[in-house]
C-alpha cells in the first residue's frame, strides 16, 4: 500500500529538479501523477518512463490551467491534489533589476501559483491538498534575489488565505520553503563548481546543499494522511539556515 493510492495529483515544473522528484515520489506512492511544464521532451520522456501523464502548461496562462484541468478531470474523473512546483529564479541587486525582469518572476512565481489554487480547487475532491512551493526567502530577507524573495513572501500569505478559505472542505493546504537546493534553477549557466560547494559547506550548518528528493518527501508528506491537521503552515527545509547566527 502506497500513501498515495488512489489520488490524482497534478506537479507544475515537473520535467526536472524538485518537481521530477515529486512526481518520481508520488508515483512511487501509487499516485495517478499528471506531470506539466513547458519542457516537453523532458516532460514527456518522464511521463513515459513513469507510466504517467505529460501536460504542457504555462502557469502564468489562465487558458492552460482550465485546460489542464478539464483533462485531468476528464481522464481520472476526479483531482485529489496540486503541487504548485513550477518557478524561477533570477540574481541581482534589487537596485538593478529592471521592471520587466521584477515583473516576469513575480508572473511566474507568484501568479502562476494563484492561477493554479483558484483554477484546482473548485474541482479539488474534499480533503484533497495543495502544497505550494515557496522558499527561505519567505520567511527573511535575502540579499541579490530581490524579485524571487518578494514573490516567495507572496506564496507563502496566498498559502495561508487558501488554507482558511479552503477548510470548510477539509482542503489543507501547505508551503515547503526550500534553502539552497542542487538542481538546475540553482546552476543555470552550466555544472556545479567547487568553489559553489565550498561556499554552502560554509554557509550551511548541516554543511552542504539541499537534494530534490529530500523536498519531496517534505511534499509527500504534506500530501497525504501522515498530516492530516495540518494546513496554512510554512515547512523549512533548509539544512539549518534559518536557525540562527553561527559565531564560528
Known amino acids: 500500500m502506497g500513501k498515495m493510492d ?9 520535467a526536472r529538479g524538485q518537481g521530477e522528484q515529486e512526481a518520481r515520489l508520488f508515483a512511487a506512492e501509487g499516485a495517478d501523477v499528471v506531470l506539466t511544464d513547458v519542457l516537453d521532451a523532458r516532460g514527456e520522456d518522464l511521463a513515459g518512463e513513469l507510466g504517467a501523464r505529460y501536460r504542457r502548461l504555462d502557469v502564468r496562462r489562465e487558458d ?7 483533462e485531468t478531470a476528464r481522464d481520472h474523473g476526479r483531482v485529489d491534489g496540486l503541487v504548485n512546483n513550477a518557478g524561477v529564479l533570477r540574481f541581482g541587486r534589487l537596485v538593478d533589476t529592471s521592471a520587466a525582469e521584477f515583473a516576469e518572476v513575480m508572473e511566474v512565481n507568484q501568479v502562476g501559483c494563484f492561477l493554479g489554487i483558484r483554477t484546482v480547487a473548485p474541482v479539488l475532491a474534499d480533503g484533497g491538498t495543495i502544497v505550494n ?13 530581490g524579485a524571487y524573495t518578494a514573490s516567495k513572501h507572496a506564496v507563502l500569505g496566498l498559502t495561508r488565505v487558501a488554507a482558511l478559505e479552503l477548510a470548510p472542505r477539509g482542503i489543507r493546504v501547505n508551503a515547503v520553503c526550500p534553502g539552497a537546493v542542487d538542481t538546475p534553477m540553482v546552476d ?12 554552502y559547506r560554509r554557509l550551511v550548518p548541516l554543511g552542504r546543499m539541499g537534494r530534490a528528493e529530500e523536498v519531496a518527501r517534505l ?7 501522515d498530516s492530516s491537521y495540518i494546513t496554512g503552515q510554512p515547512f523549512v527545509i ?3 539556515w534559518l536557525a ?5
Open 244 to 248: 540562527g547566527v553561527r559565531t564560528g
Open 133 to 145: 512551493t515557496a522558499s527561505c526567502t519567505a520567511l527573511t530577507g535575502m540579499a541579490a534575489v
Open 238 to 240: 533548509d539544512g539549518g
Open 64 to 70: 492552460d490551467w482550465r485546460r489542464v484541468v478539464e
Open 6 to 14: 488512489g489520488r490524482v495529483v497534478i506537479v507544475t515544473g515537473a
Open 188 to 199: 543555470p549557466g552550466g555544472a556545479p563548481s567547487a568553489e559553489r560547494d565550498a561556499h
Open 219 to 225: 511534499a509527500l508528506f504534506l500530501s497525504c494522511e
